[in-house]
């Protein structure tokens, strides 16, 4: 049972750390502006990230897509990594790290946003989406943990969770990525 406590105080104590970090708060700020002008220009929000990381990008993206507290339009959002065939195929002809950057390449538009999920901020993929997403006009979210790592660089708006332990940034990531799913749809659908 102490164990069980300790793993919770220690998600506590991060987020503790989120809600004294002022300028992280703004960073999600900016994120929510970002992605409301967005949406409101006819753009769209994609989102990638590998492993758990996948998981709460597809979550989010599904927050838009589908609904979050309203019962409102879809909103034009998608997790790039939900097309297998597409994901293998790149992959096994060019090279993992370009899965996403050549999805970006074809799909991208300016005034589209991506959001980019990774705990080091040192994925391959995630970066060099980042590098085709800013080629393209689209402003980069990049959800990291505390150093941002080489994303930091690519980024326009980072949200850094301050924390080196992957669960509890992930769990931070999830709770941030709800709280700009929130005030964007309020934002839009008052």
């Known amino acids: 049972m102490n ?5 919770i105080a220690a998600s506590i104590a991060v987020k503790q750390q989120v809600l004294e970090n ?25 989102f990638c990230g590998n492993g ?15 609904r979050f507290y309203k019962d409102r339009p879809a909103l034009p959002a ?14 096994n002809d060019y090279s ?6 050549r999805l970006i390449e074809g799909t991208g538009n300016p005034g589209d946003v ?7 901020g040192n994925s ?24 941002g790592g080489i994303m930091k660089a690519y980024s326009h708006v980072l949200l850094n969770v301050p924390s080196n332990d992957t669960p509890r ?9 709800h709280i700009i799913c929130q005030l964007v749809e309020e934002n839009l659908f008052n």
Do not use: P
């Open 78 to 91: 998608e997790a790039l990594h939900c097309n297998t065939s597409y994901l293998t195929a790149v992959a």
């Open 22 to 46: 002022e300028e992280l708060q703004a960073a999600v700020q900016t994120s929510v502006d970002a992605i409301t002008t967005a949406f409101r220009n006819g753009n769209k929000v994609l």
């Open 169 to 177: 940034i992930q769990e931070c990531h999830i709770l941030l990525g």
């Open 124 to 147: 391959a993929n995630i970066v060099k989406a980042f590098e085709a997403a800013r080629a393209k006009g689209m402003t980069t979210i990049g959800f990291t943990g505390s150093t």
């Open 3 to 7: 164990n069980i406590k300790e793993l």
């Open 114 to 120: 991506l959001l980019g999920f990774s705990t080091s």
């Open 96 to 101: 993992y790290d370009v899965i996403y950057a």
């Open 52 to 66: 758990g990381s996948a998981a709460d990008a597809q979550h989010l993206a599904a927050e838009f897509s589908g």
